[in-house]
């Protein structure tokens, strides 16, 4: 590993680009403040159901409407938060791999199972003894 400092730069330029989550964090809020308006004006069209007669048709109407979208938004919440969890963890990884590699001494001349460990996601091995190698930023090498 002679291109060490380079290695280290493109995981930290990797890590600062795609484990942001400042435009998903902000899509939640959203999501959450819609959920809530949403969860109010259910109440509050049971809440009148139950005061005031009226056309129990047009009331369901009204009523799976909003449970509709509220289901519509709840989906689209917990994509988000899966997403930003995700992107976390990655960066997490990431930051891992970096202070791992950061620790090594010089060139690295022999095996080591923590680099190994901090650098490699999964290894797939194909029916015709391909194999691909996942690195923890994405990137993937065919052997």
Known sequence: MTEK???????????KT???TDALQEEKGKLEEEMAVLVEMTQN??????????DQDEYQKRYDGLVQRY????????EVV???????????RLADFIKVLKAQDGTISE??????GSMVEFITVGRDKE????FRDGSEILA
């Open 5 to 15: 400092k380079e290695i280290i730069a493109n995981a930290e330029i990797i890590r």
């Open 18 to 20: 795609l484990c942001v």
């Open 45 to 54: 069209i049971v809440a009148e159901n139950a005061r005031v007669a009226q």
């Open 71 to 78: 289901d519509t938004a709840k989906a689209r919440y917990d």
């Open 82 to 92: 899966a997403a930003i969890s995700a992107k976390e963890a990655q960066s997490e």
């Open 111 to 116: 095996f080591d199972g923590s680099l190994w």
């Open 131 to 134: 194999i691909t190698v996942t």
